[in-house]
């Protein structure tokens, strides 16, 4: 695996600075929910979603994009619950969907979705969506619109709950964001102009400054308790394999550079989330060590039921890697027989089985994998020890937070 790009010093002192001048502020509590209001239990655990393909349950298909930035055709879903299309970019489920199902929810609908119940939460993300508002720009919807969706969201349940009733269920929601290998896929390894203008510790504090803005702005409207998909080894998707000039060296034909970008966004995520906890009064996270985790099941498949790590199901050139799976890219492509043993579904999204698995450890895992609360602390508001005691004893050594 590639090694890992750090974020100077000084670049995350100043992000760090702002967020302590903002948390000094009266502003930061006025919407927190009011002393002895609690939602009632069936709406203790609303879920908002924010994110990119690897969680968007079907926004894109209300959207005017491109069809790489559509998953509402065949073979996609083919092995979900309806058997159909449903704009997931998966053979079936998601992680989202496995996460409300761990919590006792129903599906969590599309923002685009019309007439979509959102009293239980609402599903943001979209397919080739960003950090950056420059990413796949006029293709996807981006995190600060996603940002702004969530605000017309909690407009009307307080048109329906009336102010404290929704202020209460935002505060008590779970709020997961899992985004960010756009930006540096497309945004920045795809974007000659862009490497130009920016070296890549600086695109990468680019990206952190803003994902730390929205989750301030999350925070400002009452949001407390967040899960993260922290980024993958990107240089080894198939896609970035097939597209790797080195692909037949010896290093397995990760793209490492990719790999190293993903690295030190997840280094930098990790030192913010830290400090938040300690600047931001009741902030709570679950932070995952997605890359780790997946890097193991793509290196050693059978110990988790695959039986390979590297090759697409769905898609056609080297490692599958070419992103053609599905009628309407208007290519000829390859369908594996059992999605199910392979860790990979297309050229840059992983099977359900997958999803499935990342999902029950975001939920209960290891110490290892998920810290330092785990999503069912979040939804069910159970305590543990805190960042203090954490440093002091042995955890640390597992899983930098």
Known sequence: MASSIHLKAHQISLLLLSLSVLAASDELEATASPAGLRPEAADAAAFFVFGDSTVDPGNNNYIK??????????????DG???????????????????????????????????ADYSRGVNFASGGGGVLQETNQGQAIDLPTQLKNFDQVRGKLIETLGEARAQAVVSE?????????NDYMGGYLGNPAMRQLHPSDLFIGMVIGNLTNV??????????????LSLGPLGCLPALRAANPNSN???????????ALAQGHNTAVNGILLSLQHIFKGFKYANS?????????????????FKDGVNACCGSGPYGGVFTCGGKQEAEYKLCENPEDHVWWDSFHPTEKI??????ALWDGLVSVVGPYNLRDLFF???KATIADLVDGTVEQDFMY
């Open 289 to 305: 060590n997605f890359y780790e985790w997946l890097a193991d099941r793509m290196s050693n498949p059978s110990n988790y039921g």
């Open 65 to 78: 994009t491109i069809p790489e930035n559509r998953a509402d055709y065949e073979p996609y879903g083919q």
């Open 355 to 360: 999803h499935k698995q990342f999902a029950k």
């Open 381 to 383: 508001d159970k305590d």
């Open 173 to 181: 929601a779970v709020y997961f964001i899992s985004i960010g290998s």
């Open 81 to 115: 619950s309806s058997g159909r299309p449903t704009g997931r970019f998966s053979n079936g489920r998601v992680i989202v969907d496995f996460i409300a199902e761990h919590a006792n929810l129903p599906a969590i609908p599309p923002f685009m979705q019309p007439s």
């Open 249 to 259: 060296a010896g290093d397995g034909g990760c793209f490492e550079d990719a790999s």
């Open 215 to 228: 989750i301030q702005e999350l925070y400002q409207r009452g949001g407390r308790k967040f899960g993260f």
